[in-house]
């Protein structure tokens, strides 16, 4: 612990995560709002698509500059002024009727929003010490779960409640609270070695950083673990599970749809979990080859298991708990670089999550347009359940390659490197 008082250090890290979890209900609100916003700028679902995929654009390509920004100058001032970008931007985004002008709003949601994860995973880093890192990194991964489900859920009644547009307001509203709390309970002194490590870490120019995380060959064994661990989450999670399901099974859209929901309420709970496990026997690498081993043998079975939805849905729901080892993937990250990097090396990390994760999705996509046997239905395409399965051996070789990485990474024991 890096302070006396020990309540002001999770004081200082859940207001961080708060903004994680409102970053995540923004994040997926096209997707409970898609007729509200067709009928709001009378576009087609591709306007749509293109309205939610702009919040990703701005989302990754701010991550390596957001990591070197958070090294530079600590994590304070810029969730500061991110959080009041996020403002700003739901606040245009409630007042328009054009497109052209939402398509602006969410890109400068995404750009705010970049800050969320990584700012606060460096407010952990500096304000407690390595072995209480991937429980509190857990913590913080859950509460985006928290988030996305509340977006998909509470929200979407509360959209339809009182409308879309004053909840955006609302939440508007909530955003700038937050800010006004980190600007006055987030110090940089007092014991906290925010101020130290960022005076050390101003001294130091951005292209030999950039250099001494890029060339640390762990780093990037790391990298490929999180992205390929997080990937076939990605791809049958949220968008090719829920089809294949329905098919297999023989059930509505629907029911599949919270078959496949259910594991990232696993993922939620296992973070923080496998966090604290990972802390408390001090180890990495063992947890995340545990973890990616259980993951193959868990979606392997649910995808070839030909099993009932019942079955279907226990076996997701473990597969997401132990999906939850990406966490002790981003501690490895802040332990095998210098503390100085720890935002640099996050942001490369979370980047590649996301970044392997988008490209698996249409290489399902790309396969079953390969497999696929002709068969329309109102205009839609249609794929046979053993169709999926070809399709979705994109998935296991994934989790393959993660378990054979996992032999080359070095164990840090929860220590950082300085």
């Excluded at 960022?198 to 992205?227: D, E, H, M, R, Y």
């Excluded at 990972?278 to 649910?302: A, E, H, P, Q």
Aim: aromatic share 14%; proline share 3%.
């Amino acid at each position: 612990m890096l302070q006396k008082d020990k309540i002001h250090p999770y004081s200082v890290w859940f207001l961080g995560a708060a903004f994680f979890l409102v970053d995540y209900i923004i994040r997926v609100s096209p997707s409970v709002l898609t007729p509200e916003l067709m009928q709001t700028f009378h576009v087609n679902a591709f306007a749509i698509g293109l309205f939610s995929g702009y919040f990703y654009y701005a989302y990754i390509s701010m991550q390596i500059p957001v990591g070197i920004l958070v090294d530079r100058f600590g994590p304070k001032r810029l969730l500061v002024v991110s959080i009041l970008i996020c403002a700003l931007s739901v606040l245009i985004f409630s007042n328009t009727g054009s497109i052209t002008v939402g398509y602006f709003s969410r890109a400068l949601m995404g750009f705010g929003a970049a800050f969320a994860f990584v700012g606060t995973l460096k407010l952990i880093s500096l304000w407690f010490s390595a072995e209480r890192f991937a429980l509190l990194a857990g913590i913080t991964q859950a509460m985006g779960m928290l988030g996305a489900m509340i977006g998909q859920g509470p929200m979407s009644h509360l959209y339809h409640m009182i409308g879309w547009r004053e909840c955006m307001h609302g939440l508007g509203l909530f955003f700038i609270l937050l800010c006004m709390f980190i600007f006055i309970f987030v110090k940089d002194e007092n014991g906290n070695l925010e101020q130290h490590d960022v005076a050390a870490a101003s001294s130091v120019k951005i292209l030999p950083a950039l250099k001494a995380v890029l060339t640390n060959s762990q780093g990037w064994l790391n990298c490929l673990f999180v992205g390929l661990m997080y990937a076939p989450s990605a791809c049958f999670g949220e968008q090719w599970g829920a089809p294949f399901l329905s098919t297999s099974q023989n059930i509505s859209i629907t029911s599949a749809g919270h078959e496949t929901g259910i594991m990232f309420i696993g993922l939620a709970i296992g973070c923080p979990v496998l966090g604290w496990i990972s802390d408390y026997f001090k180890t990495r690498v063992l947890i995340m080859r545990v973890s990616v081993g259980l993951c193959l043998l868990l979606l392997t079975t649910v995808i070839y298991g030909n099993l009932n939805p019942t079955w279907a849905t226990v076996l997701l729901f473990f597969y997401g708990f132990f999906n939850s080892g990406i966490v002790v993937s981003y501690a490895m990250a802040s332990e095998i670089n210098s503390r100085q990097f720890t935002g640099i090396a996050l942001g490369i990390s979370n980047m590649s999550s996301v970044i392997i994760g988008a490209l698996m999705i249409p290489i399902v996509g790309w396969l079953l347009d390969h497999l696929w046997d002709g068969t329309i239905q109102n205009g839609v395409h249609i794929f046979a359940a053993h169709e999926y399965k070809l399709a979705f051996m994109a998935l296991p070789l994934g989790f393959i390659a993660a378990f054979v990485i996992t032999f080359f990474q070095k164990e840090t024991g929860c220590k950082s490197v300085s």
